[in-house]
């Protein structure tokens, strides 16, 4: 009987400083990476009648966003608009699309919706071939993770 009420306490004194233990640990609060949009408004941007429309979202204090500006502008042509969306000049855009991060580089077709995403640095090669994959049907939106 002695036993059973040693083995009895001992295991009630291990479930305590478990619960114990555990209470004093904190858990840090995850935070949300960011987001981008799913859905456009093709007529808040130039040329919203165009088959494609590549979004960037820059900054002027950014050293990456330039690149990836001039890594967008090359992608311009009849079919495919490109349009440069800079904080401080369209603050609006960033905040109505909850653009939180620069730079963002988005591939939206006519009606709106965004086919591809980029956030950050991206390399030529990536965003050319996503352009062609998404004029051929080869990407449907949020297929892929966004880079």
């Not at 960011?34 to 088959?51: G, K, L, N, V």
């Not at 963002?104 to 995403?117: A, C, E, F």
């Amino acid at each position: 009987m002695i036993r059973l009420f040693i083995v009895v306490a001992i295991i009630l004194i291990a479930v305590l400083a478990n619960r114990l233990l555990r209470n004093r640990l904190s858990v840090a609060p995850t935070q949300a990476g960011p987001e981008m949009p799913t859905q456009i408004d093709r007529t808040d941007f130039a040329h919203p009648a165009s088959e494609w429309l590549v979004l960037a979202f820059t900054s002027a204090t950014c050293t990456t966003c330039a690149d990836i500006e001039r890594k967008a502008r090359v992608l311009e042509s009849q079919s495919v608009a490109v349009d440069v969306c800079e904080f401080t000049a369209q603050r609006e855009l960033h905040k109505k699309y909850e653009i939180d991060a620069v730079p963002t580089l988005l591939i939206v077709d006519r009606d709106g919706v965004v086919q591809k995403g980029f956030l950050g640095p991206a390399s030529a090669t990536d965003i050319w071939a996503a352009l062609a994959r998404v004029r051929d049907g080869m990407i449907h939106p949020h297929d892929e993770s966004c880079s």
